[in-house]
């Protein structure tokens, strides 16, 4: 691959010139074969709704299988592409930022937290439940005079609905919210990577001892503090290599690293590859 090479960062806009970014959404059927072979991202949120098929959906570099009654969330600056079935059904679900920021509230934990878990299986029920919100929530948008109060709450009732099913499935989510302070340090983090990659930092910010912190995510999460810190600077090393078109000496100082050196042997430690080998093969 060309160091030089883009994938797009795609607005709403790109699937209706005549969206407005606000509180849109925009619904975009799935049926049939679908491949997306270049990874680029969005600039905005998308619930995928599979309703049959079968494929992959990779996001972030996590390859996810495509199954019956799933939701897919994809959160905005996430890279993604797919290759889908041809007995593929279902439907992509844009929201504009202005409604992703407004919304996004309503999930039970920080939207951070789903991004470690992108696919969500869920009962029949609660998938038929959950389709019919998200068309009552369209037709409410679509009115000539929106009661934005409904809005709002056919917002929550879909989101807490897959929060709801999340926290069944995945055990990690049940040690997040038994533990406050795992929460706050994953947004911590997720805020400050790029300057702060030292575990002393966070936990100075969060009122507690390095040790101790460091306590809490070897017993809940299974991985020492400093784990999550490299994963997130790691995950956007990857993006930016992927869609920014920067050289990996530019993408090293963004991150908030000394030098270009430092950079690439902390990203072959990453992903046992340098950043120049993780783009020729993409």
């Not at 202005?98 to 009962?123: C, G, K, M």
């Not at 969060?206 to 020492?224: A, D, T």
Request: aromatic residues 12%.
């Amino acid at each position: 691959m060309n160091t030089k090479t883009v994938f797009p960062t795609l607005g709403i806009d790109a699937f209706d010139s005549s969206a407005e970014s606000g509180y849109k959404l925009l619904r975009h059927e799935v049926d049939g074969k679908s491949r997306i072979e270049k990874p680029h991202k969005h600039d905005f949120f998308m619930l995928f709704v599979v309703r049959e098929g079968l494929g992959t959906h990779s996001i972030d570099f996590e390859d996810y299988a495509v199954r019956d009654r799933q939701v897919h969330l994809l959160f905005p600056g996430q890279v993604h592409r797919w290759e889908l079935s041809q007995d593929t059904t279902g439907f992509q679900l844009m929201v504009g930022r202005r409604a992703f920021e407004t919304s996004s509230n309503f999930l039970r934990l920080s939207f951070i937290l789903y991004r470690s878990h992108q696919v969500i299986d869920l009962p029949e029920a609660v998938f038929e439940t959950l389709c019919y919100e998200l068309e009552a929530l369209e037709k409410e948008l679509a009115a000539s005079s929106v009661d934005w109060d409904m809005v709002q709450l056919r917002s929550r009732v879909a989101l807490q609905l897959v929060s709801r099913e999340a926290e069944h499935i995945f055990d990690d989510i049940g040690a997040y919210r038994a533990n406050p302070i795992l929460p706050r340090y994953h947004a911590l983090v997720d805020a400050h990577f790029r300057t702060h990659k030292n575990v002393a930092f966070y936990a100075d910010q969060l009122n507690i001892s390095p040790n101790y912190l460091n306590i809490l995510c070897k017993r809940h999460l299974h991985v020492p503090a400093t784990f999550l810190i490299h994963h997130r600077v790691g995950l956007e090393s990857k993006r930016l290599l992927l869609v920014s078109g920067q050289s990996a000496k530019e993408i090293a100082f963004e991150l908030g690293f000394s030098d270009l050196p430092h950079f690439s042997n902390f990203f072959k430690a990453q992903t046992g590859l340098s950043p120049r080998a993780f783009r020729n093969q993409l």
